[in-house]
């Protein structure tokens, strides 16, 4: 099997992440927005200039799967996680927890990183329970 195709913007902020130098693109109005990006999502502005994320994010929402799709399904049962980290919001999977329903709840606070997705070893982003929870 051959490596998996990258996609540049996307697979460098992936890269970048998994260093620990997570960031997102900001305007000068301050929305922000991940890459690729060239000009703001929310305004126009051309200005985007790359912050480093948060250490750690809030979660806002968060969903147990127990049914997934062909490429999800080896990680079955999961929490994936909608968290506030900033400027941006980042969405992934909860691991280093039990799936429960109840192992994550809103306002926990998480790490963000990459790791593998367990059907086809392809990355995504993995949240961690912070050390402070």
């Not at 996609?7 to 305007?27: P, T």
Request: with cysteine; proline share 8%; aromatic share 4%.
């Amino acid at each position: 099997m051959s490596a998996p195709e990258r996609n540049g913007g996307h697979d460098a902020w992936l890269d970048a992440l998994a260093d620990g130098e997570g960031y997102a693109l900001v305007c000068p109005d301050g929305h922000g927005s991940l890459p690729p990006r060239r000009v703001c999502p929310e305004c126009g502005a051309d200005s985007l200039t790359a912050e480093p994320l948060a250490e750690t994010g809030t979660v806002e929402t968060r969903s147990v799967v127990h049914v997934a799709g062909p490429r999800f399904a080896a990680d079955t049962p999961y929490v994936t996680a909608i968290a506030d980290f900033g400027p941006v919001r980042l969405t992934g999977i909860v691991r280093g927890i039990d799936p429960a329903a109840d192992a994550v709840a809103v306002g926990d606070r998480l790490t963000a990183t990459v790791e593998e997705r367990g059907g086809d070893g392809d990355s995504l982003v993995a949240f961690r329970p912070a050390d402070d929870e």
